[in-house]
């Protein structure tokens, strides 16, 4: 049977997909290959993840989540889904900073494609890594903390510099976030209070459709502290009576805790539940990363192709996401404002719409999403990122054959061919 990615809009080309059960089996597999790839979740859009060799994918690696209370970190085996980290985290008393709106994806994957949440302060996940162990092409381990000379260019790093076995990540004191959400923020007044909008909580997301005069919801995330309030009245925006899904009329019956009542943060950080299927069935997924300063102007240049977009859409989010110094980190440099797009499943149209968008984006330096369907019909991503040739010398100095290589990192220049 062919393998698909989560949304099944691409069939991985990779002849074989192996799940070793040891790193010693992982390493003989590696060292072996002519080309092999990392698998995660698969819940990328795109060929990012797939090779013209083997793949392999963690999940038949024993699961080990060890926690350094005293440094504050954990360490786990790649392969391991936020969701399952989470809950052990959670029970030890201890919590991450930050997740992406569902917590089915793998550690690894997320973190090599800069996967973020949202919040002002909040970095992406990448950010949180504190160490990497990494497999090379010969099959050996090396490994990388935060402040090595190559760590800022390896986290994120499209599987384009070896394997990740283990990764340690920042925590801290498990805490209580609850989650609001408020209904029809008008879009001129979001606009005019941009940054009182999204500094309002912890992390802030804006579903909207482009098309009508409001932002159709606000999904507001706060840690609880004794002088905790819920917001009534929210810049012109009313409070939901009821539990909500992004898509309107959909049973929100897979979302996390709405309504301002408390709980542990990976049940509230995350959209979508651990325990249900996320989101609405098939969809395609697009993102860009606009500068802070530039978000206002960006966002109307979105407004302005309503049209083109509503027919295609299922909804857009807007997120706020803090700087790091990560190479190819999306947010690379400074804090930047993620423009989402969850589309129909009508992968030609969207495709063909991704151009225009990017056209109109082009003055504002946006960022795709590496994990997500963009275009770059250009090949200009090199302008994005001033990291682009050091990490280049980076893929050419550790994987000097090209044995991580495939056709997503060289036809975006990111590898020779
Ligand atoms: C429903 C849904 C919701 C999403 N929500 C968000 C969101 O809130 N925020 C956001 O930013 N993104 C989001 N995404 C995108 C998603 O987080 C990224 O695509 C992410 O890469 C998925 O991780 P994965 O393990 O499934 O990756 P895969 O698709 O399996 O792989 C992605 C990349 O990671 C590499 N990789 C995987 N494992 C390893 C490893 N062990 N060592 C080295 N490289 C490895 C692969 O080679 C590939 O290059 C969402 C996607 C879906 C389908």
């Keep these: 049977m062919t393998l698909t990615n989560w949304a099944g809009n691409y069939a991985y080309r990779a002849p074989v997909v192996q799940h070793p059960r040891s790193v010693e089996e992982l390493s003989q597999i590696v060292a072996s290959a002519r080309r092999v790839r990392a698998l995660g979740t698969r819940h990328?859009?795109?060929?990012?993840?797939?090779?013209?060799?083997?793949?392999?994918?963690?999940?038949?690696?024993?699961?080990?989540?060890?926690?350094?209370?005293?440094?504050?970190?954990?360490?786990?085996?790649?392969g391991t889904r936020y969701g399952a980290l989470a809950q052990e985290l959670h029970a030890a008393g201890w919590g991450l900073g930050n997740l992406a709106s569902l917590p089915h994806i793998s550690v690894a994957g997320a973190v090599a494609t800069a996967t973020?949440?949202?919040?002002?302060?909040?970095?992406?996940?990448?950010?949180?890594?504190?160490?990497?162990?990494?497999?090379?092409?010969?099959?050996?381990?090396?490994?990388?903390?935060?402040?090595?000379?190559?760590?800022?260019?390896?986290?994120?790093?499209?599987?384009?510099?070896?394997?990740?076995?283990?990764?340690?990540?920042?925590?801290?004191?498990?805490?209580?976030?609850?989650?609001?959400?408020?209904?029809?923020?008008?879009?001129?007044?979001?606009?005019?209070?941009?940054?009182?909008?999204?500094?309002?909580?912890?992390?802030?997301?804006?579903?909207?459709?482009?098309?009508?005069?409001?932002?159709?919801?606000?999904?507001?995330?706060?840690?609880?502290?004794?002088?905790?309030?819920?917001?009534?009245?929210?810049?012109?925006?009313?409070?939901?009576?009821?539990?909500?899904?992004?898509?309107?009329?959909?049973?929100?019956?897979?979302?996390?805790?709405?309504?301002?009542?408390?709980?542990?943060?990976?049940?509230?950080?995350?959209?979508?539940?651990?325990?249900?299927?996320?989101?609405?069935?098939?969809?395609?997924?697009?993102?860009?990363?606009?500068?802070?300063?530039?978000?206002?102007?960006?966002?109307?240049?979105?407004?302005?192709?309503?049209?083109?977009?509503?027919?295609?859409?299922?909804?857009?989010?807007?997120?706020?996401?803090?700087?790091?110094?990560l190479w190819l980190s999306t947010a690379s440099g400074g804090d930047r404002v993620g423009i989402h797009f969850t589309w129909q499943p009508r992968q030609n149209e969207v495709t063909t719409l991704l151009p225009v968008l990017e056209a109109a984006l082009r003055p504002f330096d946006a960022r795709p999403h590496w994990g997500k369907l963009f275009a770059d019909e250009d090949r200009s991503l090199a302008r994005l990122y001033p990291r682009w040739d050091d990490f280049r010398a980076l893929v050419a100095r550790t994987d000097p054959t090209g044995v991580f290589a495939n056709d997503f990192l060289e036809r975006h220049g990111l590898r020779d061919a």
Excluded at 136 to 161: E, P
């Design 44 to 78: 990328c859009f795109n060929d990012l993840a797939d090779g013209p060799g083997t793949l392999v994918a963690l999940d038949g690696l024993a699961s080990s989540v060890q926690i350094d209370s005293h440094a504050r970190t954990v360490t786990v085996s790649a």
């Design 116 to 325: 973020h949440g949202s919040g002002d302060r909040s970095q992406n996940l990448a950010a949180a890594v504190a160490g990497l162990v990494l497999m090379s092409s010969d099959g050996s381990l090396r490994t990388l903390v935060r402040g090595d000379d190559d760590f800022a260019g390896s986290v994120v790093a499209l599987g384009a510099l070896g394997i990740a076995v283990q990764v340690m990540l920042d925590i801290e004191p498990t805490y209580d976030v609850a989650q609001e959400v408020h209904e029809n923020l008008p879009w001129e007044t979001a606009l005019a209070n941009l940054d009182d909008v999204t500094s309002s909580a912890g992390s802030v997301s804006l579903f909207t459709d482009w098309r009508e005069p409001s932002i159709q919801q606000v999904w507001r995330k706060t840690r609880v502290s004794e002088s905790y309030q819920p917001r009534e009245e929210f810049f012109g925006s009313t409070p939901a009576a009821e539990q909500r899904h992004p898509l309107p009329g959909i049973d929100p019956v897979h979302t996390t805790a709405q309504l301002a009542s408390p709980g542990p943060w990976h049940e509230r950080l995350p959209h979508f539940r651990l325990d249900f299927t996320p989101s609405n069935g098939a969809e395609l997924q697009t993102e860009y990363l606009v500068p802070r300063a530039q978000a206002v102007e960006a966002l109307q240049a979105v407004r302005g192709l309503a049209d083109k977009i509503a027919p295609l859409l299922q909804v857009s989010e807007v997120r706020t996401i803090a700087g790091d110094d």
